[in-house]
Structures are given as C-alpha cells and as structure tokens.
C-alpha cells in the first residue's frame, strides 16, 4: 500500500472516525478499521485519535518507539493531503505530566521518578525510571512507564535522544532526594 492509499481509505471513512471519537468508545470497530489499514502501510505504525477544542480531528501517527518505524512516519505524514477538519501529527507529542491510566496502571507525578547520565560520545541519556508498584514479571509497568515518558519528553525525544531506559521499583524513603520527576526531566529538551 502507498501512503496516498491510506490517505485515500482515511477520506473516506472519516465520517465514521469522527463519530467514534464522539461516541463513549463502546463499539472499537472504526477504530480497528483504522488500525488494519494503516498496518497494511507499515506494520510499525500505530495510531492515535484526538480532537481539538475547535472541532478539527488529529491523527497522530505513532511508531510505538521503534526506530525502524521512524522514516514510515515521516513518509507517511509528508504525503498528509487535505481533508477538511483533519490534522495529521507525528509521534505522540510531549504533552507535560498527565497521570493517563494504561492497561490498569496510572502513576502520580511522585509516584514515577528517575535518574540519568548523559553518554558523552554522543550526548545522549541513559534513563533508570522508579515506579511504585513496579513489579519486574507485570510487562505493563514498564509499557506504562515508557508512554508516561514519551508524554512528557514526546515520543521522537525518547526515540533519538534516549539510549536505553531501565526499570526499577520505586521504593519509599531511598534515594527519592536523587531523583527527578518527569516534568523536571523534560526541561532538558
């Protein structure tokens, strides 16, 4: 499929779009539909939908983190036509601290901390990210706390300025003082 295929599948079916996003989400159908078409693009991509308080409909196009996903995006997005009331957006946007709920698991701004170094060879950041509750064998912990740090840093930063993230549980009393939350973290960027 080639990116102006998508578009195409987009225009459409954007009336169906936009009444889902209206909706109380009970029936994920148009959403699925969206999400096989742009699999059929490039199975690293994934979307996102929002509205605006003006009414106009944004799809962000997402590579979920994966660096092979990122020229896909950007083919993708550049080929955006005109589609009255849309917006197209790359990668999740740095949106600031928002304690959003993700497969059951939502952290308060004090409850998700971390650290880091920056690698001198190339300027990056080596993140170790402490999380109340994290428990190593309960995957969502860690899917929780890269999506709360794609939010607050967006999800290119995290991509291309970020070297690797660990995990670890945050543990009451210990080394909170060396800790930083997210929000102070993304006043680097």
Not at 53 to 58: L, S
Not at 115 to 132: L, N
Not at 133 to 143: A, M
Request: glycine share 6%.
């Amino acid at each position: 499929m080639e990116a102006i295929d998508f578009w195409i599948w987009l225009a459409n079916h954007k009336g169906t779009l936009e009444a889902f996003l209206k909706s109380d989400f009970t029936d994920p159908k148009p959403y699925e539909a969206l999400c096989t078409e742009l699999e059929a693009y490039c199975d690293l991509l994934i979307p996102e939908l929002t509205m605006e308080e003006n009414g106009d409909y944004i799809l962000i196009i997402s590579c979920d983190g994966r660096k092979e996903g990122i020229p896909w995006v950007e083919e993708l997005c550049n080929a955006f036509p005109v589609i009255t009331g849309w917006k197209t957006c790359k990668y999740r946007q740095a949106i600031g601290f928002l304690p959003a709920i993700i497969d059951g698991v939502q952290f308060e701004e004090h409850e998700i901390l971390l650290r880091y170094a920056i690698v001198p060879e190339t300027g990056q950041f080596d993140v170790k990210i402490y999380c109340k509750g994290y428990l190593e064998e309960d995957r969502r912990y860690g899917v929780a706390a890269l999506i709360y740090l794609d939010h607050s840093i967006g999800e290119y930063n995290t991509m291309t300025k970020v070297r690797y993230v660990d995990i670890y549980p945050l543990v009451e009393g210990e080394y909170e003082d060396d800790l930083l939350t997210l929000r102070a973290f993304s006043s680097l960027f």
